[in-house]
């Protein structure tokens, strides 16, 4: 069993910058693949960037590559989203999810999910 927690979200003026963490409970926390999505107001739950269970390999959705580095530490069962260079269609909550197994840009694949923090961005 996992549980997740987000934090870190706030309200920033675009082409600012916030840092996303993710704190998970369980002691099997690095055997998971871990993944970020995001639901804005009206819109479904879409996926934004994922990392395997080691780190080595990690995905993007098109529109924040190069704003957005993933990244976890396993000594610290923590997984970061380090967002620069914000823009208002980044405005959203934002949700950790972990994957045992399955496709890590589908969203009903993963199987725990944290509560979500809100990431605003004001032009």
């Known amino acids: 069993q996992v549980q997740l927690v987000e934090s870190g979200g706030g309200l920033v003026q675009a082409g600012g910058s916030l840092r996303l963490s993710c704190a998970a409970s369980?002691?099997?926390?690095?055997?998971?693949?871990m993944g970020w999505f995001r639901q804005a107001l009206g819109k479904e739950r879409e996926f934004v960037a994922s990392i395997n269970w080691n780190g080595a390999s990690t995905k993007y959705v098109s529109s924040v590559k190069g704003r957005f580095t993933i990244s976890r530490d396993n000594a610290k069962n923590t997984m970061y989203l380090q967002m620069n260079s914000l823009k208002p269609e980044d405005t959203a909550v934002y949700y950790c999810?972990?994957?045992?197994?399955?496709?890590?840009?589908?969203?009903?694949?993963?199987?725990?999910w944290g509560q979500g923090t809100q990431v605003t961005v004001s032009s």
């Open positions: 999810g972990a994957l045992r197994t399955g496709n890590p840009y589908q969203k009903n694949d993963y199987d725990y």
């Open positions: 369980g002691r099997t926390f690095s055997t998971y693949n």
